[in-house]
């Protein structure tokens, strides 16, 4: 696969790509030695348990591309939702303060007592 990629390549670029790829294949596996941890100090792999997958059916694939399109349609309401808000939220700082009451205190006929 990386022949048609590399061929155009200088060759002491493939010769060190080569060389340090079988250094660090051959240091993996020596390294999961038990021997070898042993002598280094290095700790035991720790083996997870496995999860199984989730039974039940199967989404097909013509399924998996309708959720996947009903999600970006999701997100790109969801920011549209989010600047609509931003918008009316910066309308509101420089709009006149809309009057929500009936009772006005400031424009009294007579004295408080």
């Not at 941890?37 to 997958?53: D, F, G, M, T």
Request: net charge positive; glycine share 4%; with cysteine.
């Amino acid at each position: 696969v990386l022949v048609p990629i590399t061929m155009n390549f200088a060759s002491a670029v493939s010769f060190y790509w080569l060389t340090t790829n079988l250094i660090s294949l051959v240091q993996a596996r020596i390294l999961k030695l038990p021997v070898c941890r042993k002598a280094l100090n290095i700790p035991q792999l720790i083996e997870h348990k496995k999860v199984e997958p989730p039974k039940g059916k199967k989404k097909g694939f013509r399924q998996s591309i309708s959720d996947t399109i009903d999600n970006f349609r999701a997100a790109g309401k969801q920011i549209d939702r989010r600047a609509y808000d931003d918008q009316l939220f910066r309308d509101a700082g420089k709009a006149k303060p809309v009057k929500t009451y009936s009772f006005d205190p400031t424009k009294l006929n007579r004295p408080l007592k």
